[in-house]
């Protein structure tokens, strides 16, 4: 079984900064591409940042040159460092992971159960 828990949503004045985490932990193989989405009230889920496991970062246009998605492959952590925040950036932020279990052949998507992030004017 594998788990993914996200940590570090919470209230955040428009133009500050706030990071995100999400560890993967369980019975790991090896982990493909992380991400992190969001889904605000209303809208659709859509990708913020993805990261694969060679290092190349892709980000939706929305959030490029104020996001930075990293990933920590030792500890099976990505993060999300949002800077410049904007009230349009809230949401609930999920991560995702593709994750190859132990004993298993095949990759799976594995999601974290949400932190919310709320950006006030």
């Known amino acids: 079984q594998v788990q993914l828990v996200e940590s570090g949503g919470g209230l955040v004045q428009a133009g500050g900064s706030r990071r995100l985490s999400c560890a993967a932990s369980g019975s790991i193989f090896s982990i493909n591409a992380m991400g992190w989405y969001r889904q605000a009230p209303g809208k659709q889920r859509e990708l913020v940042a993805v990261?694969?496991?060679?290092?190349?970062?892709d980000y939706a246009d929305s959030v490029k040159g104020r996001f930075t998605i990293s990933r920590d492959n030792a500890k099976n952590t990505v993060y999300l460092q949002m800077n410049t925040l904007k009230p349009e950036d809230t949401a609930v932020y999920y991560c995702?992971?593709?994750?190859?279990?132990?004993?298993?052949?095949?990759?799976?998507?594995?999601w974290g159960q949400g932190t919310q992030v709320t950006v006030s004017s």
């Open positions: 995702s992971a593709g994750v190859r279990a132990d004993g298993q052949r095949i990759v799976r998507s594995y």
């Open positions: 990261i694969f496991s060679g290092g190349n970062t």
